[in-house]
């Protein structure tokens, strides 16, 4: 093994207590497992047994990486196996459980969701809007995401959620991009005690999106905002389509839906996901992340304009027939106690959310999470950014609940390994095993397979429903990026290890890999050495440029208490755990870190403020632009 992983990766398996484990998920995953070992095909035509189609698939896949399909002449309806399905079965079975950050709250029921869904497709279609148009739907976490979502499956539109932190520019430019001809968008939001204006912000946008025909308007405030013309309020659309809409029977590779990446690059990238594949892969991903029963009420505590929400909860979690818990606004409004007080409230059983998210409880402390027992919650999942074991140790011990430790990207459509909930034993800050359906290998920069303990490029093998299958208007795009490095592969673009235990660590991004006095170090190994710190709250560490080691390793943090001498012990820390070469140029103490809403780390950010004294790129997803104000003044110090 490398010297320099052995601190990162030799956690020791952590058993599930006996009443942590599922025999239910345990006799399925293992016969799902068998049917992957025969044949991965095999899996994924169990999984579709699972679904209702319109008319039968005729071959499970045609195809190889870069040019595939599933289920072939298969019909399928994304609203019908969401919803319809279950308001049929159990139709007074919570869907939807809502709550605003005023402390407002909503429960929908699976009966009153297909209702309000199949009207909002018939008003949607009065609006001109067919099979293969764009919606676009730019709002936050509201029970309206929900029924515009699955108004799109239900008529066959394709649909595109825009954040809503986006500002006036990141709208226009994805309007644009996606041709959509409808936007449905809350006239604001509220966000740490204040309303926030989306509609404001879509009418600036509205002149640089020409193909923009119709507006509707969600009255989220209540103050009733007047219209202007081409804008139409949801409520009153609702209202005069009793009569319902058509269920569209689509072949189960037609675009469902397209989500833009940002990041360094000018034009905003749209990855399209299919109707039958994003479906039976996401409620395949819900299935085996949570081991969802008929009485879990699963918060998906994540913003619906990142994947992770349609994955786990408008698409994957209802596909499940799961209760989903919504939330609107930030997790520390108006008190420190918001989470625990939502979980109370709710009797929420499950949680998925970011890592960030629990290292800010942890932040918080052990008397706030003491005063608030959580005796219903039995699991939390984390996914989008790597998990520290220091996070994963509190959690497990405080809140007393396992913690599955997730990992997947856009374009993958749902993550892909993970241990399987109450089955699989754990490890400190591992992405478990690969799950059925899917085929991994870790390469190094020839292609050539590593041995165990060795880091190097991980690719997928394979091709899975939920891939994406283009880049919106660019596929040339989509197989350069994905296809090219190493043909015949899907290229993460991720730095991966397995540990003799077949467990998969994933460093971080390839392009986080820095090279300092020609030797290879991933920012995320460091990352993890530094937040093993005591008192190191949060850590970020990027590469920045040196005139005699070409890169060297920054790490900013944030402590409990007085920071003290911290960057010293930090930079003791990791040389002491990985080698001197590792050890951080300068330690940044700051009490803020930019991020997104969702709360993953912006690390371009960073390094930019620290390279340039500010931020260059994309700051579209920035939840708290103050933060670089924050960052720069540390920076200075």
């Known amino acids: 093994m490398d010297d320099s992983l052995g601190a990162l990766i030799s956690a020791p398996l952590i058993p599930l207590r006996d009443e942590q484990r599922s025999a239910r998920y345990a006799e399925e995953i293992a016969h799902a497992r068998a049917l992957h070992d025969a044949d991965p095909d095999d899996y994924w035509a169990w999984v579709a047994d699972q679904h209702r189609w319109l008319r039968p698939y005729d071959t499970v896949r045609t195809g190889e990486l870069g040019d595939f399909r599933y289920f072939d002449g298969g019909l399928i309806n994304v609203a019908d196996n969401c919803v319809d399905r ?28 297909a209702d309000e869904v199949s009207r909002l497709g018939a008003g949607l279609t009065a609006l001109g809007v067919g099979r293969g148009d764009v919606v676009a739907i730019y709002m936050p976490n509201l029970v309206e995401a929900f029924t515009a979502i699955h108004a799109c499956n239900r008529i066959g539109a394709i649909y595109t959620v825009l954040f809503s932190g986006f500002g006036r520019d990141a709208v226009a430019s994805r309007l644009a991009s996606a041709r959509a001809k409808v936007v449905v968008v809350a006239d604001a939001i509220y966000r740490r005690g204040k309303p926030v204006p989306l509609l404001d912000t879509l009418r600036s946008a509205r002149p640089d999106a020409p193909t923009l025909e119709h507006t509707v ?9 007047p219209l202007q013309e081409g804008e139409t309020s949801y409520a009153a659309l609702i209202d005069a389509h009793p009569e319902g809409s058509e269920l569209v029977a689509l072949d189960a590779n037609e675009p469902a839906f397209l989500i833009f990446t940002s990041g360094t ?20 991903n819900a299935h085996w992340q949570t081991a969802i029963t008929d009485d879990d009420v699963y918060w998906v505590a994540a913003d619906v304009g990142w994947l992770t929400f349609p994955i786990q909860a408008v698409i994957g979690g209802l596909a499940n027939g799961a209760t989903i818990a919504c939330y609107e606004g930030a997790l520390d409004t108006p008190s420190t106690a918001r989470f625990y007080e939502v979980c109370e409230k709710h009797a929420v059983t499950k949680v998925l959310c970011a890592p960030t998210v629990l290292r800010m409880l942890r932040k918080f402390g052990d008397t706030l999470a003491h005063d608030h027992p959580l005796p219903r919650l039995s699991l939390i999942t984390v996914q ?13 011990e405080t809140l007393g ?22 089955v699989d034993d754990l490890k400190a800050g591992s992405t478990g095993t690969t799950l059925p359906g899917h085929a991994c290998e870790v390469v190094d920069d020839d292609g050539r397979p590593v041995p165990a303990g060795t880091k190097g490029n991980l690719v997928m093998t394979r091709p899975f429903p939920t891939l994406a299958r283009t880049v919106w208007d660019d596929h040339d795009r989509y ?20 540990d003799h235990d077949g467990h998969l660590w994933v460093l971080g991004r390839a392009d986080d890999v820095i090279n300092v006095a020609a030797h290879r170090l991933s920012t995320m190994e460091i990352e993890a050495v530094v937040g093993s710190h005591p ?15 070409g890169t060297v390793p920054v790490a900013f943090v944030t402590t409990a208490g007085d920071a003290g001498d911290i960057a010293r012990e930090v930079t003791q820390l990791v040389g002491d755990t990985i080698g001197g070469l590792a050890r951080p140029d300068r330690v940044i103490v700051t009490a803020a870190m930019p991020k997104t809403r969702t709360g993953k780390i912006m690390r371009r950010l960073m390094r930019e403020v ?26 200075r110090a």
């Open 535 to 549: 008192r190191v709250v949060e850590a970020a560490v990027v590469g920045v440029p040196d005139d005699t080691k």
């Open 384 to 396: 989008g950014e790597p998990l520290d074991g220091e996070t994963f140790t509190w959690t497990t």
């Open 217 to 225: 308007v969600v009255d989220r405030t209540g103050n009733g905002v």
């Open 86 to 113: 279950w308001a049929e079965s159990v139709p007074d079975r919570p869907a939807v459980v809502w709550e605003g950050e005023p402390g407002d709250s909503r429960t929908v029921t699976y009966a009153e969701l």
């Open 401 to 422: 609940v396992p913690v599955v430790n997730a990992y997947g990207q856009t374009e993958t459509g749902s993550t892909w390994t993970y241990p399987v909930a109450g």
């Open 265 to 284: 690059e000018s034009r905003p990238k749209g990855v399209v996901h299919s109707v039958g594949g994003f479906l039976l892969g996401t409620w395949a």
């Open 610 to 635: 620290l390279l340039h004294g500010e931020a260059r790129s994309d700051t579209s997803a920035l939840e708290d632009p103050s933060s670089l104000d924050t960052l720069r003044e540390a920076v």
């Open 479 to 498: 197989l350069a990026t994905y296809f090219s490095r190493f043909p015949g592969r899907y290229a993460t673009n991720d730095e991966a290890v397995v």
